[in-house]
């Protein structure tokens, strides 16, 4: 697994390329258990940063009886973007949902542990769960655009959350949004049409430009991309990389060669519990757990 040389930003990598060596070596069923992880139920690789806006410490989440997410250790870093890879059904989007509260609209849920967004518990029960998600974005699966025009797209949360005094202050957060969103060449002379008329890779940077508009510090994104074309896929991969200037992005992704493309850090889940965690290069080109190593490179996903 040399593919990702150290002298090649793997951030940069386009598919065709080249890239990583995902040629499986023969495929076996996904363990059923952990029970013969070595070192018990100690997460590998360095999971906590200098610069954390988020700290997640022995995370748990059970649906009903069911423990879904088990003692998850894991800092997001400021201005990084961290990739979260696994198997399906392994945890990845219910830890994400964990970051904005989104499990608090099912049914059941139950989060326990300490996540902290800059020192503060988002847990407390005096958290103002509005204004946590103004402070965290998040961009769905699917493309979900208001039945609204462009404008009112964009202008909706900052007019919800009150942070402009004026139509100039609101045309000029539309304006911004979608220019960083790279949106804004393709709609500036359409912005009173339904967003819903956009193609799919448009729609999915209408609802960034929607994220990004509240001026949030972290954006979740959970699988943007599985919906999308290559290349509106790779102009979403693009913006992730203009957009961690200024924030911190945490991404779901089933795609290996997205994670090393976009992502500086990568965390590898399985069966709710996270294996192993560090600098995306040293993760694919040099993973420490055997389950990392299988998924890589195929065995089992």
């Known amino acids: 697994m040399d593919a990702l040389s150290a002298s090649e930003d793997p951030s940069r990598r386009r598919i065709g390329e080249g890239g990583l060596n995902l040629k499986p070596s023969g495929r076996v069923p996904a363990p059923t258990s952990l029970e013969h992880r070595s070192g018990g139920d ?31 250790n894991i800092d997001v870093g400021r201005k990084q973007v961290l990739a979260m890879i696994g198997p399906s059904g392994c945890g990845k989007s219910t830890f994400l949902r964990c970051l904005n509260r989104m499990n608090d609209t099912v049914p059941g849920a139950r989060v326990t542990g300490s996540i902290k967004l800059d020192g503060v518990d988002i847990q407390a029960r005096e958290q103002d769960v509005v204004q946590l998600r103004a402070r965290v974005g998040m961009v769905f699966q699917k493309p979900n655009p208001f039945p609204k025009s462009i404008y009112d797209n964009v202008a909706y949360g900052p007019r919800i959350h009150g942070t402009t005094r004026s139509r100039a202050d609101l045309d000029d957060i539309v ?7 790279g949106l804004w060449d393709e709609v500036k002379d359409r912005l009173n049409r339904p967003g819903t008329g956009l193609s799919g890779g448009q729609q999915q940077r209408l609802c960034i430009a929607r994220a ?6 972290v954006i979740l994104m959970d699988e943007p991309c599985s919906a999308l074309d290559p290349i509106a896929t790779a102009r979403v991969e693009d913006l992730i990389e203009v957009l961690r200037e200024s924030y911190a992005i945490v991404i779901v992704t089933h795609s290996m060669q997205q994670a090393a493309r976009v992502s500086q850090r990568t965390a590898y889940f399985h069966l709710g519990e996270l294996i192993e965690v560090g600098e995306t290069d040293r993760v694919f080109t ?13 065995r089992f996903g």
Not at 175 to 181: K, N, Y
């Open 212 to 217: 990004i508009a509240i001026q949030p510090e």
């Open 175 to 181: 304006c911004t949004s979608l220019q960083r969103a």
């Open 286 to 298: 040099n993973p420490r757990h055997r389950l990392t190593e299988d998924y890589i490179t195929g």
């Open 42 to 72: 100690q997460t590998v690789g360095q999971y906590s940063v200098e610069d954390a806006v988020f700290s997640c410490r022995d995370v748990n989440v059970f649906y009903g009886s069911k423990h879904a997410l088990k003692k998850v």
